[in-house]
């Protein structure tokens, strides 16, 4: 069975002595938050949370995130929430990095481990707990769920990565898989949140430009990112935000896999009046 790594933040403080320079960029059309950001300063706290913090990693605003938030939370021992979701149009991904999450979804219980992935639909009825000894960590991505006449809303289901068969490009020898959680021929569903591996010395072979924004957290190894004009260097626990149509491409440096979180949304007109674009999230 191939061993997985799943890098989680920890916060605390850097020391007086460190350099305040680091890797952070924010521009219009992407931004890097390295691992070194992930500080307890910059924590936040939700209503509703016991013994919860998170790390906000993107959220909708102008010139930032426009379809989706996405958030590491961090759950102590006995904590977690009985009402997590306050907006019932938002679909979740749940992806868990570190210890072990009590979901309980429609009722239906489950104990999801690193690796754990869970799709919920929205208007959903569900509860999230750490019944352990340390502390859970996981990412949550939330979007507002686009409607479509004559489309059911996909159902909820819970899964773990192990389980899954990565899907190898075409003509890449295997050196760029990704693991896919949803069929992508399935057009109920407008998002994908997959993994993506690269090993050592696999790359994106051209710039890709496309009208997906995307998240991309890394949970193992490091590689050189083409982002816009830029190359920038990135590492396990970074988080990397795409604008539409940003150029992208990557060079997977080893010694080991090269793997991340990637959120994209998918399967929907593009809207011809921006200011309407999640307005009115009903059938």
């Given amino acids: 069975m191939t061993t997985r790594s799943y890098y989680a933040p920890r916060g605390g403080l850097p020391p007086q002595t460190q350099m305040t320079a680091d890797r952070a960029v924010f521009t219009e059309a992407y931004a890097v938050i390295p691992k070194g950001v992930m500080r307890d300063i910059v924590t936040s706290f939700l209503p509703f949370w016991d013994k919860t913090r998170l790390w906000v990693l993107s959220r909708p605003m ?12 961090e759950v102590a021992p006995g904590g977690g929430s009985d009402r997590p979701e306050p907006d019932a149009g938002a679909e979740a991904v749940l992806f868990v990095v570190e210890g072990e999450l009590t979901l309980t979804l429609a009722g239906e219980k489950h104990i999801m481990h690193p690796g754990g992935y869970a799709f919920i639909p929205p208007a959903s009825q569900w509860q999230v707990r750490n019944d352990g000894d340390e502390a859970v960590r996981f990412h949550w991505i939330r979007k507002a769920y686009e409607y479509v006449e004559g489309l059911e809303t ?36 407008d998002m994908h949140v997959t993994i993506v591996t690269f090993q050592p010395g696999g790359v994106i072979p051209f710039d890709e430009t496309h009208v997906m924004e995307h998240g991309l957290y890394v949970l193992e190894g490091k590689a050189v990112y083409h982002l816009n004009q830029d190359w920038v260097e990135v590492e396990a626990g970074d988080y990397m935000w795409l604008r539409a149509f940003c150029p992208q491409a990557c060079y997977a440096g080893g010694p080991g896999p090269f793997r991340y979180l990637l959120y ?20």
Avoid: C
């Fill in 62 to 73: 102008t010139g930032f995130s426009e379809t989706f938030s996405q958030y590491i939370m």
């Fill in 154 to 189: 996909p159902e909820a289901f819970v899964t773990n990565e192990n389980d899954i068969a990565p899907t190898p490009m075409p003509d890449t020898d295997g050196v760029w898989a990704t693991t896919r959680f949803v069929d992508p021929q399935d057009l109920r569903h």
């Fill in 264 to 283: 994209k949304d998918v399967n929907r007109h593009m809207k011809l009046n921006p200011s309407a674009a999640y307005r009115g999230n009903t059938r």
